[in-house]
């Protein structure tokens, strides 16, 4: 299956799922009004390469802003990968990055790791020099 690469809008954040490194990640700002559209076919995409798929995924979410809408986008796929990984023990390794002085991201990604409990969730929280 091929990669999926979609660049960076105004309103929405880039994404680059590499299947040849099994490196997923999106990264930038997703505060777009209407964040099914642009979130629809990152899923759909997903759920097809998921069926086939039976290598260790690394996902990396570094977002710098996103709105409630686009965190219940983030929700729905975190939900799908860890219902794979638990049907499939198929590794899948979620890093949430975020900036030390980004308390709403820092908190989103809290959020996550405790609702997703099944799912390896890492916190990364960088440092600014």
Same mark, same amino acid.
């Given at each position: 299956?091929?990669?999926?690469?979609?660049?960076?809008?105004?309103?929405?954040?880039?994404?680059?799922?590499?299947?040849?490194?099994?490196?997923?990640? %999106?990264?930038?700002?997703?505060?777009?009004?209407?964040?099914?559209?642009? *979130? $629809?076919? +990152?899923?759909?995409? /997903?759920? !097809? =390469?998921?069926?086939?798929?039976?290598?260790?995924?690394?996902?990396? %979410?570094?977002?710098?802003?996103?709105?409630?809408?686009?965190?219940?986008? *983030? $929700?729905? +796929?975190?939900?799908? /990968?860890? !219902? =794979?990984?638990?049907?499939?023990?198929?590794?899948?390794?979620?890093?949430?990055?975020?900036?030390?002085?980004?308390?709403?991201?820092?908190?989103?990604?809290?959020? +996550?790791?405790?609702?997703?409990?099944?799912?390896?969730?890492?916190?990364?929280?960088?440092?600014?020099?």
């Amino acid at each position: 299956m091929k990669s999926l690469f979609i660049e960076a809008g105004d309103y929405s954040p880039k994404v680059s799922f590499d299947t040849s490194s099994n490196v997923f990640e %999106i990264t930038g700002d997703s505060f777009g009004e209407d964040t099914l559209r642009f *979130f $629809n076919p +990152i899923v759909d995409w /997903l759920q !097809r =390469y998921l069926k086939q798929n039976n290598r260790f995924i690394e996902f990396n %979410i570094q977002m710098n802003y996103l709105n409630t809408s686009s965190f219940k986008r *983030f $929700n729905e +796929i975190l939900a799908m /990968l860890e !219902r =794979y990984y638990m049907a499939t023990k198929t590794l899948v390794k979620i890093n949430w990055i975020c900036n030390q002085d980004d308390d709403e991201i820092i908190d989103y990604g809290e959020d +996550i790791k405790e609702f997703f409990e099944n799912l390896p969730i890492n916190i990364h929280i960088k440092t600014t020099a």
